[in-house]
């Protein structure tokens, strides 16, 4: 690790403040700064600790949603009796992310702001448009069996690693931040991650010194909910294509769908114009693939991603077929 | 298991591992002079990761390990890890992976089951830590070391102490309710821990040696006898 000095911050303004300046970093449950901090992929000069700000609460909002702390440990999200009853793709995909371990420790707002698992973006010897800006992308006529097949650019073919952010992602979640001036301000989760396109090292809409204070719910979906992952292994091992759905059923008939996909983009995804193609239509398999089909139509694989593609529709029929059981 | 010389409920100040005077610190040494003998870094400087640049101002951090005190002047950079195993001398956390993939390292932060290697030691002032160390009192092995013992739950043991404090902390999880991602209803409020439940909630800690089976059977074992109404 490269040296760095060490201060806790008292306050949020503090803590933002800190974090405007250059080369320091906020620092929570630290599981992925750390470790890309032994490989010098991160190399902050100061580090900023809010583990004793009080954004430790789950908080129960006026209109029946939920105000999740930005350092609420992913455990204690995960194990909420609120979230278990009326957020369970929330708590599910918390589950099917890392190991207990790193679940005891990874924060809300960390969770968030995790960086990808591309094998180039961490390995400091090979060119990263993300890590070092106009260096190149290793990962496109490289060893690209988990990356993006949405979204993606000429720059940048990295995915996001969140199962915690798609399934925020399809509840429609908020992120608050506030500034070093102690502004405050709402972040609509569709618009927290950023697509790659020129800047990939640019991931998310927040600005210098501004820091994540909670992220908020909406009232609970109608709906049965469910968070599929399909991974190399059985357990702690990132997504090759997660998918999070929230579907009504009503007399054979799908009332409303909402759907949110891991391991495909540089951002948890979402197509308005599939859920609106399963929005009234018959429960089957007609109506599964046309919402496929909506969603992947402009996926292209880079090799030894291409099995993604099938594997998505596949993956969208199986989490459909479980959603509209009846 | 602690050295009969080590004075874990006395408040100390270290600044060298070779300052505490036990056996093992004596033996560390030792094999720190054997490797400058033969060219290589210091131990000290391998175990923190201490590679770049001049020290930073040491932090001055108290860590209260095992039921001890343990004042300590610490590079910023020091993982809990290393300041367990180079700077305290406790070396039954292993260093396996050191980025939080395979377990060996877990120990116990107020109760609940960390990797050690992925956070720092200035971050936890105060905190109560527990090692493989403190579970057993005295000559009394904690109920999932003898789990362990009695059902052959390891082969050349290295993951073994992060197995059986990953193990304390997910009994505690399942007695406090909390689901994993193989449980069918998260609604419920006391799921059941079955074998394949065992299993997820330990995939953080990987055994190469694949002595899973026994594993699985030492930790139903002891939750037997946590629902049987014994502390575990």
């Known amino acids: 690790m490269k040296a760095f000095t060490y201060q806790r911050a008292d306050t949020a303004a503090q803590a933002a403040a800190g974090a405007a300046r250059s080369g320091a970093k906020i620092i929570a449950g630290g599981t992925n700064l750390l470790d890309l901090m032994k490989l010098q992929v991160e190399t902050p000069t100061q580090l900023i600790d809010i583990n004793r700000l009080p954004f430790d609460r789950i908080e129960d909002m006026p209109d029946g949603g939920l105000r999740i702390g930005a350092t609420v440990r992913n455990s204690d999200l995960a194990a909420d009796p609120r979230v278990r009853q009326h957020y369970g793709v929330l708590s599910r995909a918390l589950l099917a992310g890392a190991s207990a371990q790193l679940r005891n420790k990874a924060t809300t707002g960390g969770n968030l702001l995790q960086r990808t698992r591309c094998s180039y973006f961490y390995d400091v010897t090979k060119p990263c448009n993300k890590r070092d800006p106009g260096s190149g992308c290793s990962a496109l006529g490289g060893f690209n069996r988990m990356h993006a097949i949405l979204g993606a650019s000429d720059q940048c073919i990295a995915t996001h690693p969140s199962d915690m952010a798609v399934a925020m992602r399809v509840l429609d979640a908020r992120v608050e931040t506030v500034d070093a001036a102690g502004k405050a301000r709402v972040i609509p989760i569709a618009d927290f991650h950023r697509l790659p396109e020129k800047t990939p090292h640019i991931e998310t809409a927040l600005k210098a010194g501004e820091i994540i204070t909670a992220v908020t719910l909406p009232p609970p979906p109608q709906g049965v909910q469910v968070y599929r992952k399909i991974r190399d292994r059985a357990s702690y091992a990132f997504a090759l294509v997660s998918v999070a759905a929230v579907v009504e059923v009503s007399g054979g008939r799908i009332r409303a769908a909402r759907l949110a996909f891991g391991g495909l983009a540089h951002k948890p995804w979402r197509v308005a114009v599939a859920e609106e193609k399963l929005a009234g239509a018959t429960v089957g398999g007609a109506a599964f693939d046309a919402a496929a089909s909506a969603v992947l139509h402009s996926a292209r694989g880079y090799g030894s991603n291409d099995f993604k593609i099938p594997l998505a529709r596949r993956s969208l029929h199986a989490v459909l077929g479980e959603a509209t059981r009846a | ?232």
């Open chain 2, 1 to 232: 298991m602690m050295d009969e010389n080590d004075e874990t409920d006395s408040v100390t100040r270290l600044r060298l591992p070779a300052l505490q005077i036990s056996r093992r610190a004596m033996l560390e040494a030792a094999s720190a002079t054997t490797a400058l003998l033969f060219g290589n870094a210091p131990r000290l400087a391998l175990g923190a990761g201490l590679t770049d640049g001049d020290a930073p101002a040491a932090v001055d951090v108290t860590l209260q390990v095992n039921g001890g005190s343990h004042a300590l002047s610490l590079d910023p950079r020091t993982t809990l890890l290393d300041a367990l195993r180079e700077h305290l001398a406790l070396t039954g956390s292993k260093k396996g992976c050191d980025h939080g993939q395979c377990g060996a390292c877990t120990v116990l932060l107020d109760g609940r089951r960390i990797n050690s290697c992925l956070t720092l030691a200035v971050m936890h002032d105060g905190q109560a830590i527990t090692t493989i160390e403190g579970l057993a009192a005295g000559e009394n092995l904690h109920p999932l070391q003898a789990a362990f013992v009695e059902h052959d739950g390891f082969q050349c043991g290295y993951c073994t102490s992060g197995q059986i404090c990953s193990g304390v902390g997910m009994l505690n999880e399942a007695r406090a309710g909390m689901a994993s991602y193989v449980t069918p209803d998260l609604t419920v409020a006391q799921p059941e821990l079955t074998d394949a439940e065992i299993r997820e909630r330990m995939s953080g800690n990987i055994c190469r040696c694949a002595a899973y089976p026994n594993i699985v059977a030492a930790l139903k074992e002891a939750a037997g006898k946590q629902t049987a109404g014994a502390p575990i």
